[in-house]
């Protein structure tokens, strides 16, 4: 009898040392990641699928100042944008969500559409953009310029300029531009929109 009972009290014992130990394991949460290990790699968002489905090449991309200078002033925000690029060099980018939208957007109207924009002296792809009702200035005066970059960018030529509309919707304002003049860049944007665009 007292040879079962010490039995049963080491048993006892030994479920409440493992119990005892488990707590402590969570307690301390997961044991750290192997630095050495391949980084974690997020799925692609629904829109980011889209861009790619179409053959564009979806980055996150962040807006930048550039004023009249060389130096680009990072701001505040980012955008996953979709880009093309031609076989002859030429590119177009348009933001994922937009392409990706089910429903028509205002840059993807515009860019269907080709509606008519006022002339104006300046950039005439800003002039375009701001005549028919976007803006893809960074300020007040035409010297207040900028543009959508990698992260991280430092060379002022890889900001590209973009015609936001006022539904959020964003596309690249000098392919925009050349669009309406019958010029195509990157690619022909008209069929990769999710949803379907009525034409004027």
């Given at each position: 009898?007292?040879?079962?009972?010490?039995?049963?009290?080491?048993?006892?014992?030994?479920?409440?040392?493992?119990?005892?130990?488990?707590d402590?394991?969570?307690?301390?949460?997961?044991?750290?990641?192997?630095?050495?290990?391949?980084p974690?790699?997020h799925a692609?968002?629904?829109?980011?699928?889209?861009?790619?489905?179409?053959?564009?090449?979806?980055?996150?991309?962040?807006?930048?100042?550039?004023?009249t200078?060389?130096?680009?002033?990072?701001?505040?925000g980012?955008?996953?944008?979709?880009?093309?690029?031609?076989?002859?060099?030429?590119?177009?980018?348009?933001?994922?969500?937009?392409?990706?939208?089910?429903?028509?957007t205002?840059?993807?109207?515009?860019?269907?559409?080709?509606p008519d924009g006022?002339?104006?002296?300046?950039?005439p792809?800003?002039?375009?953009?701001q005549?028919i009702?976007g803006?893809?200035?960074?300020g007040?005066k035409?010297?207040d310029?900028?543009?959508?970059g990698p992260k991280n960018?430092?060379d002022?030529?890889k900001?590209?300029s973009?015609?936001?509309f006022a539904?959020g919707s964003?596309?690249?304002a000098?392919?925009?531009?050349?669009?309406?003049?019958g010029?195509?860049?990157g690619?022909?944007l008209?069929k990769?929109?999710r949803a379907?665009i009525?034409?004027?």
């Amino acid at each position: 009898m007292k040879r079962s009972y010490a039995l049963a009290l080491s048993v006892l014992a030994l479920v409440s040392g493992t119990a005892v130990a488990a707590d402590a394991a969570d307690a301390t949460g997961p044991a750290p990641r192997d630095p050495a290990a391949a980084p974690v790699r997020h799925a692609p968002s629904a829109d980011a699928a889209w861009c790619t489905q179409q053959g564009g090449k979806a980055e996150t991309r962040v807006p930048y100042y550039t004023g009249t200078g060389n130096k680009l002033t990072p701001l505040g925000g980012e955008r996953e944008m979709c880009l093309f690029t031609a076989t002859d060099g030429s590119k177009i980018m348009i933001a994922a969500d937009t392409l990706a939208a089910d429903k028509p957007t205002l840059a993807a109207l515009a860019y269907v559409r080709k509606p008519d924009g006022p002339s104006s002296p300046g950039n005439p792809s800003i002039a375009y953009c701001q005549g028919i009702n976007g803006t893809a200035m960074f300020g007040n005066k035409p010297t207040d310029g900028g543009g959508w970059g990698p992260k991280n960018e430092t060379d002022p030529s890889k900001a590209t300029s973009a015609c936001m509309f006022a539904d959020g919707s964003v596309i690249d304002a000098w392919g925009l531009k050349y669009h309406k003049g019958g010029v195509i860049r990157g690619t022909d944007l008209t069929k990769k929109f999710r949803a379907a665009i009525p034409g004027a």
